[in-house]
C-alpha cells in the first residue's frame, strides 16, 4: 500500500483484507469487479446485467464498488465511474478520512 498523498492510499486486494477491512476511519474505493462488485450485486455471468441500476457503481456505507475492469483504452471506463470515484474520494479527504484506492494486483488504479 502507498500512500500517494496525504490520507490518500492505492494498492491491492491484499492491502484491503489484511489491513484496512475491519478499520474505522477508512473509506475505499473497490476499483475492480472481481470479486467485490460481482458478490454485492450477486451476478453469475460475466458481467453485471446493463439494465441493473448499479451496473457501473455501487455505493454502500464507506464503500464504493467499481464495474472496473482491465482496458487499454481510458475511453472504454465511463466518465459516470470516474465522476462518482473522484467525489467520493474528495468528499472522504475532506471529513478527515483515510482512502484506500485498490484492485485486485495493485499494479493498474
Not at 484496512?20 to 474505493?29: A, E, I, L, M, P
Request: proline share 5%; hydrophobic share 35%.
Amino acid at each position: 500500500m502507498i500512500e500517494i498523498c496525504p490520507n490518500l492510499f492505492v494498492g491491492d486486494q491484499d492491502d484491503y483484507e489484511q489491513n484496512v477491512k475491519y478499520q474505522s476511519g477508512w473509506r475505499v474505493v473497490h476499483a475492480c469487479k472481481e470479486p467485490y462488485h460481482r458478490q454485492l450485486l450477486g451476478y453469475k455471468t460475466r458481467g453485471a446485467p446493463k439494465d441493473h441500476p448499479e451496473y457501473l457503481l455501487v455505493t454502500r456505507g464507506k464503500r464504493l464498488y467499481l464495474n472496473l475492469v482491465d482496458v487499454e483504452d481510458p475511453a472504454y471506463v465511463a466518465k459516470e465511474i470516474m465522476d462518482n470515484a473522484l467525489s467520493f474520494i474528495d468528499e472522504a479527504l475532506k471529513g478527515g478520512d483515510k482512502v484506500l484506492v485498490h484492485c485486485i494486483q495493485g499494479e493498474s488504479r
